[in-house]
């Protein structure tokens, strides 16, 4: 087994290609589902360049729609949650009610071949699973046969039952495949996270892949918030479990060299009385993801320099790698 080829990751002709075969025909995750829990609730995201939103209609519906007037294409909703009653273009003032109708178009002035119900919202798809929030643009398969097996993995965790208290957003300058290679293989713990390390028996540290996720799993130690265990998902979020609850995070790629990830942190006791222990286990959590970064933007700086050669994988740890880097290759037919 061989690294990915490095120029996949340096080439900027190669994010439009996953934009189209990997970002628009999968389920993305947006969060929490109670982001939208009232009427009027929207949440705007970015999906790999694509700008998209979902917003509980006022029928108590949940509808997906590209964050694009169909006017002149301005952006509607700043990236974010917020409420609106309607759906007001910056741009020109367009309205469009959240269904995507097209309201008003003010001071357009008299066309008669001008017809306001032929320019609606774009629609796009919108799934819920287990209190998550998906939207997908061009979906190759409903959202839980691309879940797969990772449905029966969490049959037993209450993960609807926790409420998400926390969010953060961490931009790094790096290809977004740099960051989940790293993310599904633990064998830069010793080399990278000194104290995680130190908090697992990293010998017995285990790594498989299986249809549609990567588990890893590792016993931890006295004193460590994870309970040991890792999963990410195709194409590219990931659930960690930890004592009372669990974080969520989309790895989304702003550019070929600049990535987002955004976390969602959920708890099943919101009491004020273990607020500090909270605060203290998403400070934990955001420490040990926050070294992975330093270390990904020197190895997309190396892949950049034309300095690198594909290199072997692990078999014994990096099974999550070959998995995904197959994946993406098999998107993008090369």
């Given at each position: 087994?061989?690294?990915l080829d490095p120029a996949l990751y340096v080439d900027p002709a190669v994010l439009p290609r996953e934009r189209d075969t990997i970002f628009a025909r999968t389920w993305q995750l947006l969060g929490p589902v109670s982001q939208v829990k009232d009427r009027g609730a929207y949440v705007a995201a970015d999906l790999a360049g694509a700008k998209v939103f979902v917003v509980r209609g006022r029928d108590g519906q949940l509808?997906?729609?590209?964050?694009?007037?169909?006017?002149?294409?301005?952006?509607?909703?700043e990236e974010g949650t917020g409420r609106c009653a309607t759906i007001r273009?910056?741009?020109?003032?367009?309205?469009?009610?959240?269904?995507?109708?097209?309201?008003?178009a003010p001071w357009f002035g008299e066309d008669p071949d001008f017809n306001p119900a032929d320019w609606p919202l774009e629609p796009i798809h919108v799934?819920?699973?287990?209190?998550?929030?998906?939207?997908?643009?061009?979906?190759?398969?409903?959202?839980?046969?691309?879940?797969?097996?990772?449905?029966?993995?969490?049959?037993?965790?209450?993960?609807?039952?926790?409420?998400s208290v926390a969010?953060?957003?961490?931009?790094?300058?790096?290809?977004?495949?740099?960051?989940?290679?790293?993310?599904?293989?633990?064998?830069?713990?010793?080399?990278?996270?000194?104290a995680f390390f130190a908090a697992i028996d990293f010998?017995?540290?285990?790594?498989?892949?299986?249809?549609?996720?990567?588990?890893?799993?590792?016993?931890?130690?006295?004193?460590?918030?994870?309970?040991?265990?890792?999963?990410?998902?195709?194409?590219?979020?990931?659930?960690?479990?930890?004592?009372?609850?669990?974080?969520?995070?989309?790895?989304?790629?702003l550019a070929?060299?600049?990535?987002?990830?955004?976390?969602?942190?959920?708890?099943?006791?919101?009491?004020?009385?273990?607020?500090?222990?909270?605060?203290?286990?998403?400070?934990?959590?955001?420490?040990?993801?926050?070294?992975?970064?330093?270390?990904?933007?020197?190895?997309?700086?190396?892949y950049m320099s034309g300095g690198y050669s594909s290199g072997p994988l692990s078999p014994r740890h990096e099974q999550g790698v070959h998995y995904f880097q197959t994946r993406v290759k098999e998107a993008l037919a090369v």
């Open positions: 087994m061989l690294n509808r997906g729609f590209r964050n694009v007037c169909r006017h002149r294409g301005a952006k509607l909703l273009c910056p741009y020109h003032q367009w309205v469009f009610d959240d269904t995507g109708r097209l309201v008003t799934a819920e699973w287990r209190g998550l929030l998906f939207a997908a643009i061009s979906p190759e398969t409903d959202l839980t046969t691309q879940l797969g097996e990772l449905v029966a993995e969490l049959a037993d965790e209450p993960i609807e039952t926790y409420q969010t953060d957003r961490v931009v790094f300058d790096a290809n977004w495949k740099v960051y989940t290679d790293n993310f599904v293989e633990g064998y830069h713990i010793p080399g990278v996270h000194h010998e017995q540290f285990k790594t498989t892949a299986h249809k549609g996720f990567i588990r890893m799993t590792a016993p931890p130690r006295d004193g460590l918030f994870y309970r040991g265990k890792w999963l990410w998902m195709w194409p590219n979020w990931t659930l960690s479990l930890f004592e009372g609850g669990m974080n969520t995070s989309r790895i989304n790629p070929f060299d600049r990535t987002e990830q955004i976390y969602h942190f959920y708890f099943a006791d919101t009491g004020e009385a273990l607020a500090s222990k909270r605060a203290s286990t998403i400070a934990g959590n955001l420490a040990v993801v926050r070294e992975d970064y330093e270390v990904c933007v020197a190895t997309h700086k190396n």
